[in-house]
């Protein structure tokens, strides 16, 4: 793939990422959105954007949890955003800081 070719991907499983964010996709399932195989969107993600798709999809999440418990919802409330069973799961994932 060329630099451009590969930053255009790039930008685009970034975008992606971000408007499905609350659908909480998987690496096969980005993969086939950008038409590449599972293992070089892997490396080719984190080799351009320094983390992989698993991790900025966290980041999102942490940061939409954290407006979410600034703005006055509940730990619980934030926790069933992203189907997690329980509230326990959620806060041993995440440590939140005002």
């Given amino acids: 793939m060329h630099q451009r070719q590969t930053y255009e991907t790039v930008a685009k499983a970034l975008n992606w990422v971000a408007d499905h964010q609350a659908d909480q ?14 293992h070089h969107l892997q490396r080719t993600f984190k080799d351009w954007a320094g983390v992989s798709p698993k991790q900025f999809l966290k980041s999102l999440t942490r940061q939409d949890a954290l407006n979410r418990l600034q703005r006055g919802s509940t730990v619980l409330d934030a926790a069933s955003c992203y189907d997690y069973s329980q509230v326990d799961e959620n806060s041993s994932r995440y440590t939140f800081t005002g």
């Fill in 25 to 38: 996709p998987d690496l096969v399932r980005l993969s086939v959105e950008i038409g590449l195989s599972p």
